[in-house]
């Protein structure tokens, strides 16, 4: 059994000055793997997860247990340049993601801040589906539990942490 997991597309919802403006898509420049206390498994291949383009990052199997979760990917360094003056209003990240198995969901889904996991929890714990699929987390006027400059979000620690656990220990 594997596991996969891309990463390809943030968009962000800011507004500068009165005219409202979104950033992105744009995927991650930076790839790493965090620790993630009691975890079973270390993502492999972290750089792949830079495009939609059946190049897989995966953790291979994890332990046959339900409950078993991996490490955290992180994705950071999105470049965005957004203008200093700008209001962030919510971010909005696109993952895609698959297990041929459909025994994996996420176990977490946090953002980064200055290559800090922080915010709220936007795991929902749906199982991947077999081929490549996009799932959204946060929205345009979602900031994640956080508050959010323009520097905070050009800053290269920003970014997206995600684990996922087994689901189905068959």
Known sequence: MK????FFASIFTITNLTAQ???GPNPGGGFSNETLAGSNRSWVAVENVQG???QYSDFSNLDNSANSYTDYLHVNKFQLDIPLDAIILGIE???ERSDPNQNTADYSVRILKYDMVTGDEKSTGDA???SDAYKTFGGNADLWGEAWTADM??????????????????
């Open 3 to 6: 596991a996969i997991l891309l």
């Open 52 to 54: 939609s383009d059946d």
């Open 93 to 95: 990240i696109n993952i």
């Open 153 to 170: 979000i050009n800053d290269n620690g920003f970014g997206i942490a995600i684990s996922a656990q087994r689901i189905d220990g068959n």
């Open 128 to 130: 991947y589906g077999a």
């Open 21 to 23: 403006q979104t950033k």
